[in-house]
């Protein structure tokens, strides 16, 4: 496989559930990132990995976990959830964090909270 | 602290004609990039093209070009012989070095463009 992939691509869970989204890049790059995309609203940062080192939390609340075992895979551990949490997670990848490194995006997970 | 504005909620476009999306940015920081990504109705951000602050010519790919205006702060996005398969949101961002921000991209609301056969 190649570039940024996600799964999974749809996911419905309950407020008391506990699960994970899953990425893993094929780019050899060194820094991942998780973006939430509400309905109406520009894409938000939640958390930077940078060489498996979490160097970004962007206030996200708690009941988010982000997990980078290695610089091809993160995840986020999900539990817990409100309603307003439904929205398209994105992770996105760049050969590093200089400012003219573009980010590579995969498909995304639409989240349904219910 | 940084901004991006894209005033056009919706544009129309005729097949094979050419389209102007506009897009302007605010910043402080003398070192910044600015991006174009195109995400289709699958969901998948795709990245279009790259300006650097410093870049002196406008940046080209394929039927993408920048129109990078500094001193305006804008950095509009033309397409070239619109297509069906250009139907998309797109979304302008940008990046800076402050505070080691870097990668961090900030992104405007989005614009959607129909391109009408």
């Known amino acids: 496989e190649t570039g940024v992939t996600q799964t999974p691509r749809h996911l419905v869970m309950g407020m008391t559930n506990k699960k994970s989204l899953k990425c893993e890049q094929h780019?050899?790059?060194?820094?991942m990132y998780w973006y939430k995309q509400s309905a109406k609203k520009p894409l938000e940062l939640m958390f930077v990995?940078?060489?498996?080192?979490?160097?970004e939390n962007n206030s996200v609340p708690s009941r988010f976990s982000p997990e980078c075992p290695n610089s091809s895979h993160l995840f986020l551990h999900l539990h817990t959830l409100q309603p307003e949490d439904s929205a398209l997670y994105l992770c996105?990848?760049?050969?590093?964090?200089?400012?003219?490194?573009?980010?590579?995006f995969g498909n995304g997970t639409r989240l349904t909270v219910t | 602290a940084q901004k991006i504005t894209q005033t056009q909620p919706g544009m129309f476009v005729q097949e094979k004609e050419a389209v102007t999306l506009d897009c302007t940015y605010d910043?402080?920081?003398?070192?910044?990039?600015l991006f174009w990504y195109k995400q289709p109705s699958s969901g998948e951000m795709i990245f279009l093209i790259y300006?650097?602050?410093?870049?002196?010519q406008n940046a080209t790919e394929g039927r993408y070009s920048l129109n990078f205006q500094k001193a305006r702060k804008s950095a509009n996005l033309v397409i070239s012989a619109s297509q069906l398969g250009d139907s998309a949101m797109y979304f302008c961002?940008?990046?800076?070095?402050?505070?080691?921000?870097?990668?961090?991209?900030?992104f405007g609301q989005g614009t959607e463009l129909s391109v009408k056969p």
């Open positions: 300006q650097g602050s410093y870049d002196q």
């Open positions: 990995y940078s060489l498996e080192e979490r160097v």
């Open positions: 996105a990848s760049s050969e590093d964090r200089a400012y003219n490194s573009p980010l590579h």
């Open positions: 780019l050899g790059h060194n820094a």
């Open positions: 910043t402080s920081d003398p070192s910044y990039g």
């Open positions: 961002a940008t990046s800076n070095v402050i505070y080691n921000q870097g990668g961090k991209l900030i």
